[in-house]
């Protein structure tokens, strides 16, 4: 299974952008790039997903690389709301690595 | 998107027990699937729930333990047996409506402490 690498917690202040970065130099083709969130005390919730392009949603941004070997999710403006645990996720949803697995994640704080 | 209803959503119970956790969404959905997240750990995917058919199961998890039903496209039970300390954690129920690419929703979560 392709894994990813991400760092083990960040530190940022309201109001200010966060750039959450993720390591996949084993990603295939078909691989998607997705990535989630878990607030405190709530099950996981989807943030975004790309191939290839910088994709952008009401939540965030996600610039992938050229050689698609890391992306980073960019929250343009933190809030004390966007404090969570951040898991970027390799996802082959044609192929059998179509199921969602979790790594250890990032652990955003925001300071007010 | 899909709302998801999980039941319980905490319970407290005596090893060697059984408990049973429902999970209905309110809407027909094609994937189910169920997590455990032990205390300070990240998701760990337990099996996809069949509608139909029997549910597929992870490495590590076997169907004694962990029964799965799903009698329908919008119900799910995950039934943890003869419970020990160690199976102390929360239990996710997780549903897409298929395989192209699609979002992920999560339930609340019950949070299981086995005593």
């Known amino acids: 299974d392709a894994k990813t690498t991400q760092p083990n917690s960040m530190e940022s202040n309201e109001e200010e952008p966060v750039h959450l970065p993720c390591n996949h130099s084993?990603?295939?083709?078909?691989?998607?790039i997705h990535w989630y969130r878990q607030l405190p005390s709530q099950g996981p919730e989807y943030v975004i997903h790309?191939?290839?392009s910088n994709v952008n949603n009401r939540m965030a941004s996600l610039a992938i690389a050229e050689d698609r070997k890391s992306s980073t999710l960019i929250l343009h403006r933190a809030t004390l709301r966007d404090a969570a645990v951040y898991y970027c996720?390799?996802?082959?949803?044609?192929?059998?690595?179509?199921?969602?697995?979790f790594g250890k994640g990032t652990l955003l704080t925001v300071n007010p | 998107s899909a709302v998801i209803s999980q039941k319980p959503s905490r319970d407290i119970c005596q090893r060697g027990t059984s408990l049973t956790i429902q999970c209905q969404v309110d809407?027909?959905?094609?994937?189910m699937f169920w997590y455990r997240q032990q205390p300070g750990q990240s998701l760990t995917l337990i099996a996809t729930?069949?509608?139909?058919?029997?549910?597929?199961?992870e490495s590590g998890f076997v169907i004694d333990k962990f029964p799965i039903s799903r009698p329908n496209l919008t119900f799910s039970t995950l039934t943890v047996s003869n419970m020990s300390p160690e199976d102390s954690s929360i239990y996710l129920c997780?549903?897409?409506?298929?395989?192209?690419?699609?979002?992920?929703?999560f339930g609340q979560g019950t949070r299981l402490t086995v005593v």
């Open positions: 997780s549903v897409e409506r298929g395989r192209q690419n699609t979002e992920a929703f």
């Open positions: 996720i390799l996802r082959d949803v044609g192929g059998s690595n179509y199921k969602l697995t």
């Open positions: 790309g191939l290839t």
């Open positions: 809407s027909q959905v094609t994937m």
């Open positions: 084993t990603i295939s083709g078909t691989d998607y």
């Open positions: 729930a069949n509608q139909g058919s029997e549910a597929t199961y």
